[in-house]
C-alpha cells in the first residue's frame, strides 16, 4: 500500500519532443505528489510538484496531470531539450506518512 | 540563504566499521531526513528528525541512528557496516513534515562499504 509505481523505466526522446513519464500510488491518504530531477552526482532538485484539489499544474515547459479516481499522475515535458537528460523521480506523502514515498526513477535521454 | 550541505562527500569504509555522516539543513528549515539510494534506485526513507527528536522511521535496523542538533544540523550513524550499506546518503531538509512539505536534498554522501 506504501508503493509508488513508476514507469517507463528509461525513455529516449527527440529534442523538440514531449515527454511523458508516468507514476501510481496505492495509498488514498496521499496528498502530496512532487517531481524531482537528478543529474549523475547530484542530489534530487525539485521541480514541480501537486495536490489532489487540483487536476494539473504548469510551470513552464513542465506539467503534472493528476487524476485522483485512478490514483495516478504524469509528468509532461515539452519541447524536452538534451539538458532535460536526467533522471526523474516521482514521489508520494501526506496523510500520517510523514515522509515521502519514491517511484524507482526514469532515466530519460533527449538525443539532438 | 544557503543550501543543504553534506560531508564528507565521499567515504570509504570497510566492513564492520562505523560511519557518521554530516548535514546542514538550509537555512530556516528545521526538520531533516535521511534517505539511502542504492544506485539505480530511488532513495528509502531512513528516518526523519523534527526539533531535535525523531519523527518517523522507515525499514532500516536499529544499527542505522542519527542525530538533530539545536541550530538542526543533523547525522547519521551507521554501525557495524555492511557491503549492502553501499549507496548515496542523501539529506533533506523542510519546515515541517517531509511528507507533506517541499524537502530541498543535499548533494549527498558516496558511501562505499569494502
Known amino acids: 500500500q506504501q508503493q509508488v509505481k513508476q514507469s517507463p523505466q528509461s525513455l529516449i526522446v527527440q529534442k523538440g519532443g514531449i515527454s511523458i513519464i508516468n507514476c501510481a500510488y496505492e495509498?488514498?491518504?496521499?496528498?502530496?505528489f512532487p517531481w524531482y530531477q537528478q543529474f549523475p552526482g547530484k542530489g534530487p532538485a525539485l521541480l514541480i510538484a501537486?495536490?489532489?484539489?487540483?487536476s494539473e499544474k504548469k510551470e513552464g515547459r513542465f506539467t503534472i496531470s493528476f487524476n485522483k479516481s485512478a490514483k495516478q499522475f504524469s509528468l509532461h515535458i515539452m519541447d524536452s531539450q538534451p539538458g532535460d537528460s536526467a533522471t526523474y523521480f516521482c514521489?508520494?506523502?501526506?496523510?500520517?506518512?510523514?515522509?515521502?514515498?519514491f517511484g524507482k526513477g526514469t532515466k530519460l535521454s533527449v538525443k539532438p | 540563504e544557503t543550501g543543504v550541505t553534506q560531508s564528507p562527500t565521499h567515504l570509504i569504509k570497510t566492513r564492520g566499521q562505523q560511519v557518521t555522516l554530516r548535514c546542514s539543513s538550509q537555512?530556516?528549515?528545521?526538520?531533516v531526513s535521511w534517505y539511502q539510494q542504492a544506485l539505480g534506485q530511488g532513495p528509502q526513507f531512513i528516518f526523519q528528525?523534527?526539533?531535535?527528536?525523531?519523527?518517523g522511521r522507515g525499514n532500516f535496523p536499529p544499527r542505522f541512528s542519527g542525530l538533530q542538533f539545536p541550530n538542526y544540523s543533523s547525522e547519521l550513524n551507521v554501525n557495524a557496516l555492511e557491503l549492502d550499506d553501499s549507496a548515496l546518503y542523501l539529506c533533506?531538509?523542510?519546515?515541517?513534515?517531509?511528507?507533506?512539505?517541499?524537502?530541498?536534498f543535499g548533494p549527498g554522501t558516496r558511501l562505499t562499504v569494502l
Open positions: 533533506a531538509s523542510s519546515t515541517g513534515l517531509a511528507g507533506t512539505n517541499t524537502q530541498y
Open positions: 495509498n488514498t491518504a496521499f496528498d502530496y
Open positions: 501537486i495536490r489532489p484539489d487540483v
Open positions: 514521489a508520494a506523502g501526506g496523510g500520517s506518512q510523514g515522509n515521502l514515498i
Open positions: 537555512s530556516g528549515h528545521n526538520t
Open positions: 528528525y523534527y526539533r531535535e527528536e525523531e519523527n
